[in-house]
């Protein structure tokens, strides 16, 4: 079975996909030159189930809102661009190879950090209600409530696994 994901987007001539788990975990890291949508599909469908594409700044690129659509997912934009120092902080504490990794890898912590408290809250509900959390923490992000998420759980499983 595959597992939810959010994805995070560096374009540019250098392109850079960082997808991790609902954790907020490092799953993958790709970095290629000259890439198209097809490669950005292709990487992201190797590593998951996409719940949210995110990129680093506060207008959301092209290839990203396409992405999204493409996924039928979350798209996250921070309220502002992602400043270099907070980036910075990602190579620091991830191994990363590039900075077009450690920009995709501040986008889906962006994304991430958002949704966390949510992301805890459905987790611990899950769990308690024998449910599957990463299917419920997807519908969270998906603007369900908890309460719903938990309770179509029957519901979710199945809409979920492709």
């Given at each position: 079975m595959?597992n939810?994901?959010?994805?995070?987007?560096?374009t540019?001539?250098?392109?850079?996909?960082?997808?991790?788990?609902?954790?907020?975990?490092?799953?993958?890291?790709?970095?290629?030159?000259?890439?198209?949508?097809?490669?950005f599909v292709?990487?992201?469908?190797?590593?998951?189930?996409p719940?949210?594409i995110s990129?680093?700044?506060k207008?959301?690129?092209?290839?990203?809102?396409?992405?999204?659509?493409i996924?039928?997912?979350?798209?996250?934009?921070?309220?502002?661009?992602?400043?270099?120092?907070?980036?910075?902080?990602e190579?620091?504490?991830?191994?990363?190879?590039?900075?077009?990794e450690?920009?995709?890898?501040?986008?889906a912590?962006a994304a991430?950090?958002k949704?966390?408290?949510?992301l805890?809250?459905?987790?611990?509900?899950?769990?308690?209600?024998?449910?599957?959390?990463?299917?419920?923490k997807?519908?969270?992000i998906?603007?369900?409530?908890?309460?719903?998420?938990v309770?179509?759980?029957?519901?979710?499983?199945?809409?979920?696994?492709?």
């Open positions: 595959m939810h994901i959010i994805v995070g987007i560096d540019g001539k250098t392109s850079a996909i960082a997808c991790t788990d609902l954790h907020g975990n490092i799953v993958s890291l790709y970095t290629g030159k000259s890439e198209g949508l097809p490669w292709e990487k992201i469908r190797e590593s998951g189930i719940v949210i990129g680093d700044k207008r959301s690129q092209e290839t990203v809102r396409k992405l999204a659509s996924f039928n997912c979350v798209l996250f934009a921070p309220r502002e661009d992602i400043p270099v120092w907070k980036k910075n902080e190579l620091s504490m991830n191994k990363v190879s590039s900075i077009h450690r920009d995709a890898l501040s986008a912590k991430y950090n949704y966390a408290n949510k805890g809250q459905a987790d611990r509900l899950a769990r308690l209600s024998n449910a599957d959390p990463d299917s419920v997807a519908m969270v998906r603007r369900y409530s908890v309460y719903e998420a309770n179509k759980k029957d519901r979710v499983n199945r809409f979920f696994k492709k």
